[in-house]
T-cell receptor, first 114, second 112 residues
Framework: GEDVEQSLFLSVREGDSSVINCTYT??????LYWYKQEPGAGLQLLTY?????DMKQDQRLTVLLNKKDKHLSLRIADTQTGDSAIYFC??????????????FGKGTKLSVKP | NAGVTQTPKFQVLKTGQSMTLQCAQD?????MSWYRQDPGMGLRLIHY???????DQGEVPNGYNVSRSTTEDFPLRLLSAAPSQTSVYFC???????????FGPGTRLTVL
């Protein structure tokens, strides 16, 4: 079945770049997403990339998509302590004929040290 | 717009009790869904709806019922709560034709 894998933890120093990696299995996914979850809060959509794109940049965030290897990454430039959170990778899947459903990875906990 | 709202934020139930988790959105989204989030498991789809009057099962539907009588509301009912249903529940919505889902703040449910 469909699966999304990501490493569970990442620790960086403030000001460094963070790179969070994700692999997925469904090659027919239309969109791939990055969500951020702060402690005790809901999921915040950070960014998404359409499957026919290789890269998307949005201020400090850069998403790279390697469709051949089914590999997605999120780079956060100049990481700040406020970026400490859990980051979820998700792929859209065709579930019951609807592309609106998402399969999530287990989340990567990013810790930013001052 | 309020976006996606969920009530209650916290709930404690005893085994065997029933309750309804409320979800509403004011973005006129056709698509709504319920996920549960468990430690180490990520988010898993419970039920979803592609429009008023239409619902379908997701990955983990057992023990839950849904209905969609209006576009705005998508309540999740626990028929007879079990400790295995202790989790954080998220409702999400998206407009028809796109896959960008927006999530509510979540309901933290504990079943004793």
């Amino acid at each position: 079945g469909e699966d999304v894998e990501q490493s569970l933890f990442l620790s960086v120093r403030e000001g460094d770049s963070s790179v969070i990696n994700c692999t997925y299995t469904d090659s027919s996914s239309t969109y791939l997403y990055w969500y951020k979850q702060e402690p005790g809060a809901g999921l915040q959509l950070l960014t998404y990339i359409f499957s026919n794109m290789d890269m998307k940049q949005d201020q400090r965030l850069t998403v790279l998509l390697n469709k051949k290897d089914k590999h997605l990454s999120l780079r956060i430039a100049d990481t700040q302590t406020g970026d400490s959170a859990i980051y979820f990778c998700a792929e859209s899947i065709d579930y019951g004929g609807s592309q609106g459903n998402l399969i999530f990875g287990k989340g990567t906990k990013l810790s930013v040290k001052p | 717009n309020a976006g996606v709202t969920q009530t209650p934020k916290f709930q404690v139930l005893k085994t065997g009790q029933s309750m309804t988790l409320q979800c509403a959105q004011d973005m006129n989204h056709e698509y709504m869904s319920w996920y549960r989030q468990d430690p180490g498991m990520g988010l898993r789809l419970i039920h979803y709806s592609v429009g008023a009057g239409i619902t379908d099962q997701g990955e983990v539907p057992n023990g839950y019922n849904v209905s969609r009588s209006t576009t705005e509301d998508f309540p999740l009912r626990l028929l007879s709560a079990a400790p295995s249903q202790t989790s954080v529940y998220f409702c999400a919505s998206s407009s028809s034709g796109t896959d960008t889902q927006y999530f509510g703040p979540g309901t933290r449910l504990t079943v004793l």
